[in-house]
């Protein structure tokens, strides 16, 4: 079993950076591949950025270039740097786990708030 634990959400004004961050338990860090996922009120959750367990990122177009996944593995951590914020950003982020070499599940974090707004 895989728990997912998000951090670093807040408010902030528009053009400003956060820096998100997941911890996980557990042993199979290293083998996961590693997501973040927002949901904005009425809309559906979304991918925004996924790490895999060879460190390839990808990322939604609208956060190219703005944002940056990375990973610990020895700190079992995935990051999620977000610069140049805009309130469109706003959402709640979640940390999404997918095993698919043991437990064969997706496991999701309890997610944070992120609000960009002045």
């Known amino acids: 079993q895989v728990q997912l634990v998000e951090s670093g959400g807040g408010l902030v004004q528009p053009g400003g950076s956060l820096r998100l961050s997941c911890a996980a338990s557990?042993?199979?860090?290293?083998?996961?591949?590693m997501g973040w996922h927002r949901q904005a009120p009425g809309n559906q959750r979304e991918l925004v950025a996924i790490i895999s367990n060879g460190f390839t990122t990808n990322y939604a177009d609208s956060v190219k270039g703005r944002f940056t996944i990375s990973r610990d593995n020895a700190k079992k951590t995935v990051y999620l740097e977000m610069n140049s914020l805009k309130p469109e950003d706003t959402a709640v982020y979640y940390c999404?786990?997918?095993?698919?070499?043991?437990?064969?599940?997706?496991?999701w974090g309890p997610g944070t708030q992120v609000t960009v707004s002045s």
């Open positions: 999404n786990a997918q095993d698919r070499l043991i437990t064969m599940k997706d496991y």
């Open positions: 557990g042993s199979i860090f290293s083998i996961l591949t």
